[in-house]
């Protein structure tokens, strides 16, 4: 990967704050909508999602996770061409007493601020969220296959 497409993969994970989840249910794909945060060097990606949740339940089940990540379009622009990142991963829930859970709250919080009132509530988990492997489509023809190793040398660039 070049200099622009790995520019181009941190402007996008950094500025995106939704993504496409995919977890297993009972055996089968899901998809859900989450807000996500990620660490600064992106070695982590973080999600706050409630019990009552499918999704919170499928990653309790079996820890797998897939976050799609996509460019925000336009309705002139062909959404083919918008760039996106497909992130295989491995999800763990940070305990509430952890160093980790405190770090990642803040991290969360400075990109959903309206998700302070979530973090009283009982139900909800905070997930961290480890690439293992991704799939980044800088536009047509522009695809890039990127290993764990890779990951974590994008990574240690963006610190």
């Known amino acids: 990967m070049d200099t622009e ?18 977890t297993l249910r009972d055996g089968s794909p899901l998809v859900s909508l989450v807000l996500f945060a990620c660490a600064p060097d992106l070695s982590e990606f973080y999600i706050h999602v409630s ?3 499918q ?7 079996d820890p797998r996770a897939g976050l799609l990540i996509i460019e925000n379009g336009s309705p002139s622009r062909n959404p083919l061409s918008l760039s996106r990142v497909s992130i295989q991963g491995v999800a763990a829930v940070l305990e ?8 990642s709250r803040l991290q969360y919080l ?11 509530l ?3 988990l905070l997930f961290r969220i480890r690439p293992q492997a991704c799939r980044f489509v800088a536009g047509f023809g522009k695809i890039f ?7 974590q040398r994008l990574s240690a660039e963006t610190t």
Request: aromatic share 8%; net charge negative.
């Open 5 to 22: 497409a790995r520019k181009s993969l941190v402007a996008l994970v950094r500025q995106q704050h939704t993504a496409a989840l995919g």
């Open 51 to 53: 019990r009552l949740a």
């Open 55 to 61: 999704h919170t339940g499928g990653l309790l089940a």
């Open 96 to 103: 509430e007493e952890s160093a980790a859970f405190s770090t």
């Open 110 to 120: 400075a990109a959903h601020p309206a998700a302070r009132m979530n973090f009283g």
């Open 122 to 124: 009982s139900d909800f």
């Open 145 to 151: 296959d990127l290993d764990e190793p890779a990951w």
